[in-house]
């Protein structure tokens, strides 16, 4: 084995260790992951950002831009309390909701799908007496099924099509994948429809089994017109380094924005829902006044 070979597979060690236990931001550890392999002349610059100038990078990004301002809009929030009215038949609720989230998914890459659709899940099902993890698991394979329907659908569909063209070949069309992917989802949503719910975990949520997250609460404020957090971003408020309590939506409007982005922008009249133990309340409307 050559001494590349060596450091190489160290510091994709090292890398994948720094990601599981969360030592730093995600993107500083593959940058510093992907400096060490040019340091060591594993890779030359050119070879390290030459990923940077694929077309199927830059597409990802974009859905992920896409996926952000829908987030904002509040359609997510609004789309899952119109499907998840009725809960008479379970089999049948599970197909109201995988149908349009696969459907989604199709035209949306479905990892922030699914980081935007688990907060509404979340409170929809605990709201309506139904464990988490019987709907978490559908809306999971729902996003995943319906990224094999069109070429923009999965991150791995657009980064082959990347390397396709990259070596002159000619690459997929946008609905190639349907042929096989359309009847897949049917499948598994059928499946989960009527076989597949029975063998789905019925686990009780963290917050219900840990005494210290059963005293947690919902905390709702209202942004006065004269409030100095007005045209801040979230992260300039300070509001993610509050104790015990943690910002999860903002009511706008009549629309949610769920999960709240730290980039986001505190407007008059703002409704804040802020999630945690009282004893954080206090301190809280000190700050917000």
Request: aromatic letters at 10%; charged letters at 15%.
């Amino acid at each position: 084995m050559s001494l590349d070979i060596i450091i190489l597979c160290i510091t994709l060690s090292c890398m994948f260790i720094a990601l599981f236990k969360e030592w730093l931001l995600p993107e500083f550890i593959i940058f510093l992951a992907l400096s060490s392999l040019i340091l060591t002349g594993i890779l030359s610059p050119d070879e390290a950002l030459k990923g940077f100038s694929n077309p199927a990078v830059h597409t990802v990004a974009l859905l992920f831009i896409f996926g952000a301002a829908i987030s904002k809009s509040g359609i997510l929030d609004d789309l899952v309390h119109s499907v998840l009215k009725s809960k008479k038949n379970f089999g049948f609720l599970l197909v109201r909701m995988m149908l349009p989230v696969s459907t989604i998914s199709a035209f949306m890459n479905n990892t922030p799908l699914v980081a935007m659709l688990i907060p509404s899940i979340q409170k929809w099902s605990l709201l309506n007496n139904i464990k988490p993890s019987k709907l978490l698991i559908p809306l999971s394979y729902a996003a995943i099924l319906g990224g094999t329907i069109t070429l923009i659908g999965t991150s791995t569909n657009l980064i082959i099509q990347g390397l396709l063209i990259e070596k002159e070949l000619s690459g997929f069309r946008f609905f190639e994948f349907a042929y096989f992917g359309i009847p897949l989802t049917i499948a598994g949503i059928l499946y989960f429809a009527t076989v597949g719910h029975i063998l789905l975990p019925n686990r009780t949520p963290n917050m219900l089994n840990d005494p210290n997250e059963r005293s947690k609460y919902i905390f709702c404020y209202l942004v006065e017109k004269n409030s100095p957090l007005i045209g801040k971003t979230i992260v300039e408020a300070m509001l993610r380094n509050l104790n015990q309590l943690f910002l999860i939506q903002i009511y706008r409007g009549g629309k949610s924005i769920s999960p709240a982005p730290n980039d986001e922008v505190i407007q008059s009249e703002d409704i804040l829902i802020f999630s945690g133990n009282p004893k954080g309340a206090l301190p809280l409307v000190n700050t917000l006044d």
